[in-house]
Nanobody, 121 residues
Framework: QVQLVESGGGLVQPGGSLRLSCAASGSIFSINAMGWYRQAPGKQRELVAT???????NYADSVKGRFTISEVNAENTVYLQMNSLKPEDTAVYYC???????????????WGQGTLVTVSS
């Protein structure tokens, strides 16, 4: 079984920082890309940031200059460093990964269980 496990959410004051982590585990042949999405109450899920295995990153305009996504490391883990957090960043953050599974061989899109980030004073 291939799965994503997230951690790092919580409550933070405006202007503060948090770091989210997402680890892929299981029968993985390769990881093609990983990223973060978020869903605020009453809103659709939206892209936050993605990174491909060649290091190419993509960010939502709303987080550029404040959030940084890491490259996927040797432990199949990606981090999202979030600085200068704003109340409008409050959402459930979901990790997403495109992987090639080893057994049985094939491509999968995975989602994590979500981690809540609350930005409030």
């Amino acid at each position: 079984q291939v799965q994503l496990v997230e951690s790092g959410g919580g409550l933070v004051q405006p202007g503060g920082s948090l770091r989210l982590s997402c680890a892929a585990s299981g029968s993985i042949f390769s990881i093609n890309a990983m990223g973060w999405y978020r869903q605020a109450p009453g809103k659709q899920r939206e892209l936050v940031a993605t990174v491909t295995t060649d290091g190419t990153t993509n960010y939502a305009d709303s987080v550029k200059g404040r959030f940084t996504i890491s490259e996927v490391n040797a432990e199949n883990t990606v981090y999202l460093q979030m600085n200068s957090l704003k109340p409008e960043d409050t959402a459930v953050y979901y990790c997403n990964a495109g992987v090639t599974r080893l057994v049985p061989f094939g491509n999968l899109e995975l989602w994590g269980q979500g981690t809540l980030v609350t930005v409030s004073s």
